[in-house]
Each structure stands twice: as structure tokens, then as C-alpha cells.
């Protein structure tokens, strides 16, 4: 997500390094980049000239021109006005009702259904709610049974009436079921509907006046750009909606609307869909994010995703195998599993600072499938004892995972190496790593 806009960024900072003195001038050419970045994003006009006036005025305001490091300050700047553009700080969701109701509102084909799963499976799971999907689509075939579905996955009830057309009576009555059967929280799906589409708009404000819930949350695909974010205010003019949700932000390389919809609409965006997988649902934290646009990575959401799957007891076993040398190729794969765990492959390697600058950089879900395709072609006694794998054997292997015998040679080195580290790090931290490294260190690292 963002990638143009994080490149073209990146450009326009440059023309500020590539000057051993700063001046108003060469400050004005960058902002002016900086606007240019954000319309080619697909910002709003009026929104793209009033932030980098802003940024202007803070900037000189600060004496950006005098700053021993002013590409810097003028960095942090811009990074603060991001932040600040797409809402400031995280906006939680109010879950004080008894039971709390969410109505779900948006277009067709934005993803509300799938969002309304999500958010069900982030409630159970990080709040420890007992939630109840609602399936308040009427019009669309096949909508109940997809929602039904969705909420075997993840293990959580669906109220469904199939012969009921009436979607508010559907609402009130699943409020009352849930009253009664312990369930404190009601999520409330509802039919996608066009913006100009005056009946549906009626609809979904009497089901909102019908059910009083503690959040209305209008979700919208982020890939529509300034039609989302036009969308958006007009829903809001009608529903006076309490947040937005964006899906889709894994294959927006623009991202115009996260960026614009906040101004226009003055509401925040809550969460944002990064991927079609079940968990693929994240807090939006708009500090966070301008991190990411500006190349700096996302290291605390990286943290946060690896503790949803961390196991004590499985690390202290894993620290038991390392030292004594045992650490073997289940043991990997079991690593390997986790990571997966933890959301789109890109997307992660995306919080790493840095990571985004790498040209042709192309990392995708089925990056670690040559590996895992490897390691289930060993025997049991190979996985656990690596030095036994000779050439019969990685011809062997080779041929049962579709791969190559330089591939296997490879993984087998890259394992070999890795267990070195590891070995390197349980005994004496950092210190002992660097000497394994002929003390250099990192490159690029002093």
C-alpha cells in the first residue's frame, strides 16, 4: 500500500539532500514535489495545497533553514501533518452497550459481509467479547449462506431469518435474541446500496433509528480512490456515521482516500482491511502510517503481530533445542508457520524499516512454498538431523518437492548458517554474533 506515494516522497526529499546549503527556494521545490506526490496519489486538490501550506508555515516557522539537519526536520514535519491529515491518533469503538451494537453501512461490492466476519473474529479474539453476526442482507443472493460461512470459520453465531424480508425486524429481533442468550455484542450486516439509491438510503436509516447502535461504521474500498471518499460524505450527510473502514488497502499502491476521507468527512477511519484472509484486519493508527509512507517501516504493528503468536511454552522449548544443538527442520517449519500466521508476507516485510527503498523488492504469500515443499520431502530422520543428507538423498528430495538439487543445497546452507547464529546468540548475545561476523557488523551499521 502507498508505494508510489512512498517513492515519489522519497524523490522529493532528495532535492533537499542534494544541497550543501537549505534554502526557501530548494524548501519550496520539495513541497512542491510533495504536492505533486499527493494528487498523483489521488489526494483532493484543495486538500493536497492547504497540507503543504502547513507544512510550509511550520517549517519556516521552526527555522527550518538555520536546523543543523533541516532535510530532517522538514522529514518529521510532513510526518506530523500526515499523521495529523489522517486523524492524529487511534479511534477506538465504543462497546459500552449491554448488548454494544455495530450496524455495518457501505456500497455494493465494498466488502461490508467480510468486514462484518472480521471484526467479529477481532472482538472474540483480542476483546474477549461474545459477539453475534447479523444477517441483515435481505436483497443479495447467496449473502446469508456467505455470512453463515464466515462464521463457522471463526466460530461465531449467525442470526439469520430466510423468509424475512424486512431487514429492521430482522435487526430488533437478533438485539432481543442476543439479550437472551449472552451475547455482548451484535453486529448488524447490511445490504450494499448506491449512494443515489433514496429507498435503500431510507432503509438503512430506519434500521439505525430502529436499533440505536453505539457504533455505525461505514465500510468502503479504498481502491475507488475519490469516489470512496465523495461516497463517504454523502452516506454521512444521511447516517452521521461514527467511522470509516477501509478494505482493500493492501492493493491500493495510491491511497488518496485514507488520505482524504478524514477531511472530508471529519469522521476516523477505524480499521482498515490488509488482506483477504480472516485475521487481515488491523486498528488504524494514523501516526503509524505516515511512518510507513515515509520509508520508515511499522515496527511496533510488526511487534504487535508477532506477539498475537507468540507461545512461551514453545519458545522456551525452541531455547532448550538451540542450546543443546537440536534445533532442527520442524522446528523451522514451525517458524515458518507462525510468520504466516501474522498477515501478507509483503505487507510485514513492508514495516521493516528500510525495506520499502529496495528496488524490485517482490515478496508474495507463496514466498516460503519451495521451502516448505523441501522440508516435507525429508524423511522424519532428516528433519531432525540435517548432516545425515547426502547426495542420494538431495536428489531424493529434490525430485519429491519439484525442485532442484541447487535449491536443496541451498536451503541447507541458508539452514546450516542460521542455526550458527542462533547457536551464536543464545550463548553470548550480541557480542558473540558480531565476532562470527569477523566483528564488522551489520552493513551499513557502525
Request: proline content about 3%; cysteine-free; overall charge positive.
Amino acid at each position: 500500500m502507498f508505494e508510489n506515494l512512498t517513492s515519489k516522497l522519497d524523490k522529493a526529499f532528495h532535492i533537499l539532500k542534494g544541497h550543501g546549503r537549505i534554502t526557501e527556494v530548494n524548501v519550496a521545490d520539495t513541497l512542491k514535489e510533495v504536492r505533486r506526490a499527493l494528487l498523483d496519489a489521488d489526494v483532493n486538490y484543495k486538500i493536497a495545497k492547504d497540507f503543504t501550506k502547513r507544512v510550509k508555515e511550520k517549517a519556516l516557522g521552526q527555522n527550518v533553514l538555520t536546523a543543523l539537519k533541516p532535510g530532517q526536520v522538514l522529514v518529521k514535519i510532513v510526518h506530523d501533518e500526515l499523521a495529523e491529515l489522517m486523524g492524529g491518533q487511534a479511534a477506538g469503538l465504543n462497546l459500552s452497550g449491554k448488548p454494544t451494537v455495530i450496524l455495518i453501512a457501505g456500497l455494493q461490492g465494498s466488502g461490508k459481509t467480510t468486514f462484518s466476519a472480521k471484526l467479529a473474529n477481532w472482538l472474540k479474539n483480542k476483546k474477549h467479547k461474545k459477539p453475534l453476526l447479523v444477517a441483515g442482507d435481505v436483497y443479495r443472493p447467496a449473502a446469508i449462506e456467505q455470512l453463515k460461512v464466515l462464521g463457522r470459520q471463526i466460530g461465531v453465531e449467525v442470526y439469520a431469518e430466510e423468509d424475512n424480508k424486512n431487514p429492521v425486524e430482522i435487526a430488533r429481533k437478533a438485539i432481543e435474541y442476543a439479550g437472551k442468550n449472552g451475547f455482548d455484542t451484535v453486529i448488524v450486516d447490511t445490504a450494499g446500496r448506491l449512494a443515489v439509491d433514496e429507498e435503500m438510503m431510507n432503509e438503512i436509516e430506519n434500521i439505525k433509528k430502529a436499533v440505536n447502535p453505539q457504533e455505525t461504521l461505514f465500510v468502503v474500498d479504498a481502491m475507488t480512490g475519490q469516489d470512496a471518499v465523495n461516497t463517504a460524505k454523502v452516506f454521512n450527510e444521511r447516517l452521521d456515521f461514527d467511522g470509516v473502514v477501509m478494505t482493500k488497502l493492501d492493493g491500493d499502491a495510491r491511497g488518496g482516500a485514507a488520505l482524504s476521507i478524514k477531511a472530508v468527512v471529519n469522521k476516523p477511519i477505524k480499521f482498515i482491511g490488509t488482506g483477504e484472509k480472516i485475521q487481515d484486519l488491523d486498528v488504524f493508527h494514523p501516526d503509524r502510517m505516515a511512518d510507513r509512507i515515509l520509508g520508515m517501516g511499522d515496527i511496533v504493528s510488526l511487534v504487535e503481530k508477532a506477539q498475537e503468536q507468540f507461545d512461551a511454552q514453545e519458545a522456551a522449548k525452541l531455547r532448550k533445542k538451540i542450546a543443546k544443538n537440536e534445533f532442527g527442520f520442524d522446528d523451522f517449519l514451525k517458524q515458518i508457520r507462525q510468520i504466516k500466521k501474522m498477515g501478507n508476507i509483503k505487507d510485514l516485510v513492508g514495516m521493516i524499516p528500510g525495506m520499502n527503498k529496495i528496488k524490485d523488492l517482490d515478496i508474495d504469500d507463496d514466498a516460503f512454498k519451495e521451502i516448505e515443499a523441501i522440508i516435507l520431502s525429508m524423511t522424519p530422520d532428516e528433519r531432525r538431523h540435517p548432516k545425515i543428507i547426502n547426495s542420494s538423498r538431495k536428489k531424493r528430495i529434490a525430485r519429491g518437492s519439484g525442485t532442484s538439487v541447487q535449491e536443496v543445497n541451498q536451503l541447507l546452507k541458508q539452514f546450516e548458517q542460521m542455526s550458527k547464529m542462533m547457536k551464536m546468540m543464545q550463548k553470548g548475545g550480541g557480542k558473540n554474533l558480531m565476532r562470527m561476523m569477523g566483528g564488522r557488523g551489520l552493513p551499513g551499521i557502525n
